[in-house]
């Protein structure tokens, strides 16, 4: 019976370390730092307006700041938002996707540099183009639940659901109501510049 005994103690004494380990378990949490590098050209102007072109290239960072990091990678995914001047419709320019890892070897830490983008628009009296708007970036753990995500501007879980389910050059409005696609964005651009930057009548 003292052996019986003896037993259950070190089978509860097993149990408690077990479930001790099991509790020190947090879920991860993380830091997301978003900036864009964002530059502007004219390249032509007259009587009639100008036109000019924006490159953007965006920066993302991301940190454990606490928990614990699950076992398997992690998916972080980038949205790149523009905003289409001509309609005020908003547009994914490009999305980027890909698995990551949180290790002791890399300070618990990835940091990644998007393509260089470059968007045209003309004002004035020809009013085409589009402008670089936003980001969403949303970090996801191996079991494809969301971590956290960041936003250059205030987006809900609903929104946040809604971007990722459209595809790259999807027009949606402020209402989140898919218009269409973006169609030969560059060409609409091409065609505007001549009249934009006309030199006006002449007498």
């Not at 993380?30 to 924006?54: F, H, M, P, T, Y």
């Not at 289409?84 to 890909?98: A, S």
């Not at 968007?119 to 402008?131: C, K």
């Not at 879980?157 to 971007?163: L, M, P, R, S, Y």
């Given at each position: 019976?003292?052996?019986?005994?003896?037993?259950?103690?070190?089978?509860?004494?097993?149990?408690?370390?077990?479930?001790?380990?099991?509790?020190?378990?947090?879920?991860?949490?993380v830091?997301?730092?978003?900036?864009?590098?964002?530059?502007?050209?004219?390249?032509?102007?007259?009587?009639?307006?100008?036109?000019?072109?924006?490159?953007?290239?965006?920066?993302?960072?991301?940190r454990?700041?606490?928990?614990?990091v699950?076992?398997?990678?992690?998916?972080?995914?980038?949205?790149?938002?523009?905003?289409?001047?001509?309609?005020?419709?908003?547009?994914?320019?490009?999305?980027?996707?890909?698995?990551?890892?949180?290790?002791?070897?890399?300070?618990?830490?990835?940091?990644?540099?998007?393509?260089?983008y470059?968007?045209?628009?003309?004002?004035?009296?020809?009013?085409?183009?589009?402008?670089?708007?936003?980001?969403?970036?949303?970090?996801?753990?191996?079991?494809?639940?969301?971590?956290?995500?960041?936003?250059?501007?205030?987006?809900?879980?609903e929104?946040?659901?809604?971007?990722?389910?459209?595809?790259?050059?999807?027009?949606?409005?402020?209402?989140?109501?898919?218009?269409?696609?973006?169609?030969?964005?560059g060409?609409?651009?091409?065609?505007?510049?001549?009249?934009?930057?006309?030199?006006?009548?002449?007498?």
């Amino acid at each position: 019976m003292k052996g019986f005994a003896k037993g259950l103690v070190l089978v509860a004494t097993v149990g408690a370390v077990v479930s001790a380990h099991a509790q020190a378990k947090f879920p991860l949490k993380v830091d997301i730092d978003v900036s864009a590098k964002r530059s502007k050209q004219n390249i032509g102007a007259g009587s009639e307006g100008e036109a000019k072109l924006e490159q953007v290239q965006v920066r993302v960072k991301v940190r454990k700041s606490g928990g614990d990091v699950p076992e398997g990678m992690l998916t972080a995914e980038l949205y790149v938002i523009g905003k289409q001047v001509q309609t005020g419709h908003y547009g994914i320019i490009d999305v980027q996707k890909g698995e990551i890892a949180l290790t002791k070897e890399n300070n618990f830490s990835f940091e990644y540099t998007s393509p260089m983008y470059t968007l045209g628009r003309t004002s004035g009296n020809v009013n085409v183009g589009g402008t670089y708007e936003t980001f969403l970036v949303v970090i996801s753990g191996p079991d494809g639940e969301i971590i956290d995500y960041r936003s250059g501007r205030a987006i809900g879980d609903e929104g946040v659901a809604f971007i990722r389910q459209l595809g790259p050059k999807t027009l949606f409005d402020r209402d989140g109501n898919v218009i269409g696609q973006v169609e030969n964005p560059g060409e609409a651009f091409k065609a505007a510049v001549p009249a934009a930057v006309s030199p006006g009548k002449t007498y």
